[in-house]
């Protein structure tokens, strides 16, 4: 199925399984993903993200409006500057180089807020999968698929957000 590209029966399962027959399986977390690991049988998993993972979380606590140079680089500041050290603003800057058009403006709230959902989908939800996918095959267990999901996120319709 995996090789063949053919999805249609896995689909098919997933969208006909009562949660109730999910959850008997037992596949929660009892523990941290480092020392789960450990103790994980070889059975396939499919682990990934989706694009623009972020996004609902940023409008689900401001307006994109507040979105501008200072205040997205004071956001990364918080959230970063325990693991960048006394290289976080130099870090911010290569960010911004690497995520802005060179005519971004510190007002323009789309070309911040942007940024801010393409590096923060990347550390915390990306990066939680690939690591993840790490630990299963340092336990041996080959059998393992990654998806990332790369179509257009609708939850930003009315903000012009629209990645292609």
Request: glycine letters at 4%.
């Amino acid at each position: 199925m995996w090789n063949s590209g053919n999805y249609n029966p896995l689909k098919d399962c997933l969208y006909n399984m009562n949660v109730s027959d999910a959850l008997k399986y037992n596949y929660g977390y009892a523990d941290v993903p480092k020392n789960l690991a450990k103790k994980r049988t070889e059975k396939p998993m499919m682990i990934g993200s989706n694009r623009d993972e972020f996004w609902a979380f940023i409008l689900a606590h401001t307006n994109i409006s507040n979105f501008t140079k200072e205040n997205s680089e004071d956001y990364l500041a918080s959230k970063f500057a325990n693991f960048f050290g006394s290289q976080t603003q130099q870090i911010i800057e290569v960010l911004e180089n690497l995520y802005l058009e060179p005519s971004t403006t510190i007002d323009d709230h789309l070309a911040w807020v942007k940024m801010l959902d393409y590096i923060c989908t990347a550390f915390f939800f990306t990066g939680g999968a690939a690591i993840d996918v790490e630990l299963h095959l340092s336990n041996n267990n080959s059998n393992v698929f990654v998806y990332q999901f790369t179509y257009a996120n609708r939850v930003a319709e009315n903000t012009g957000y629209y990645r292609t």
